[in-house]
């Protein structure tokens, strides 16, 4: 059977979920996908929502804040606020007559792994997460990184790659050292200043500096997944691919079990 709901957050946003039951005797454990970065919303075409459907567990889908029928803005939302738009609506699941509430838990993709580790750190009653590809080493490092690879991937000189990979560094220490919009600004241009000319172009280290002030984005680069992973007590399978250049597979992979231990 098919369910669809419209939940509401302590904010007043309406959130649009579609709820899948399989055939069988109830009550069911349950899966609340979470997905990745970008505007993405319910699918019932989804293979991983179908395959474990027709293995018996319950599948909640839902629509992002500002995405399909949900109502509020994407564009500026942190990744604390989209954790919180999902921790609502793990508990409205569990809430469910139909689902079991004990064994009832949360597969993310990408950023969606990170908000699922993010609402099972403040909600115990999610049972399991099922964690693909998200990020466990800090945001800020993870960019650095992405950046990196691609370089490399385009065929870019590796010593001119180091010089690029440490202008970002020290674009990252200042960011990390400033306080407020205007701060931000006037940290990371002194910072990349010395650059200009060589590695980066003076309307490029501007954009960048830009970009930074806007507080969603700055929280995004300083966020570290760290401390809300050493907050779980619930089992978690961690799913990285060796050929992912988002979210590196061997760095990700040892920063999960750092943070579980």
Known sequence: SVRDAIIETQEGLKLAATLRIPPGNRPFPAVMIVTGSGPWGRNPNDPISVALLSHGNAVLQFDKRGVGQSTGI???????????????????????????PRHTGILGGSQGGMIAISVAAADPQVAFIVDMAGPAEPLGELAIRQNELAMLDAGMNPSQVAAVVKMFHEGLAALRAANGDEDAVARTKAALAPYVGTLITQADADATAERLR????????????????????????????????????????????????
């Open 74 to 100: 994407l564009d500026t939302a942190q990744t604390s606020d989209l954790a919180r738009d999902a921790g609502i609506i793990a508990k409205w699941l569990r809430q469910q007559p139909s689902i079991d």
């Open 214 to 261: 806007n507080s969603a984005t700055r929280a995004m680069l300083l966020y570290d997944p760290k401390a809300a992973l050493e907050r779980i007590r619930v089992p978690v399978l961690g799913l990285f691919g060796t050929m992912d250049h988002q979210v590196p597979a061997e760095e990700n992979a040892e920063a999960l079990r750092q943070g579980l231990a």
